[in-house]
């Protein structure tokens, strides 16, 4: 989680301009993301702690409904869309209405591992270094969301912010009919303006990836 700290700042200094002097609006910002630091780690260890396995649809939707609960408190409007028509667990989505342009930040809730795998539980491997399923993809990159928009919210910035989070049930197998699965996400980058991720990189926190190649099937 030291990395995701870097990573929120990160996002921070990417949204206010990279390399102006720190504003006090930054230094707001990040003493916010400092205080809240030791929450989030605890925060990590519970949606970790709960299995959701992409066919989990149980535990992707209690996963989601932590996050909701987390998004309704910073004043979002919040969601559950049910996924029952691409035979997933659903997506949870959330908005927060303000001036400018609209950020789209994008997670996701389910992860590989699934009820029979043999990896479930949350573990500190030492005191900077965690392990767990789906730590670093990606519930790891949602609690930076979370903490991030706590940030902006305690530095008095946020209420005039658009934002849209969208937090997919079904990135790890995606449900099918493909255009109903993806149909939330698709939706809300029409009407943003510029959209972020926040899976893990290329591991250095000074970078972020702007394209990515693959290929499926
Ligand atoms: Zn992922």
Redo the contacts with the bound molecule.
């Keep these: 989680m030291y990395m995701g700290r870097l990573i929120t700042v990160l996002f921070f200094v990417m949204t206010f301009s990279l390399y102006a002097q720190v504003s006090k609006t930054e230094k707001r910002i990040v003493s916010a993301v400092d205080a809240h630091h030791s929450e989030a780690l605890k925060l990590l260890e519970e949606v970790v702690n709960i299995n959701s396995g992409s066919m989990n649809f149980e535990g992707v939707k209690k996963v989601g409904m932590i996050f909701k609960l987390k998004l309704d408190a910073l004043g979002f409007t919040t969601k559950w869309v049910d996924g029952k028509s691409w035979g997933r667990s659903g997506h949870l989505i959330a908005e927060h209405k303000g001036k400018g342009k609209t950020l789209l930040l994008v997670g996701?809730l389910d992860t590989v591992f699934e009820l029979a795998s043999p990896f479930q539980q949350f573990e500190m491997v030492n005191d900077s270094t965690m392990k767990g399923p789906g730590v670093g993809?990606?519930k790891g990159g949602d609690v930076v969301i979370i903490q991030a928009m706590q940030a902006l919210k305690d530095a008095g910035v946020l209420k005039d912010m658009n934002i849209i989070i969208v937090m997919t049930g079904d990135?790890?197998l995606s449900g099918r009919p493909l255009n109903l699965a993806r149909k939330d996400l698709i939706d809300a980058a029409r009407v943003a303006d510029i959209a972020l991720g926040f899976?893990d990189g290329d591991g250095n926190p000074k970078t972020a990836v702007v394209a990515r190649r693959s290929s499926s099937g």
Excluded: K, T, W
Aim: proline share 0%.
């Design positions: 996701h993809d990606m990135e790890e899976e």
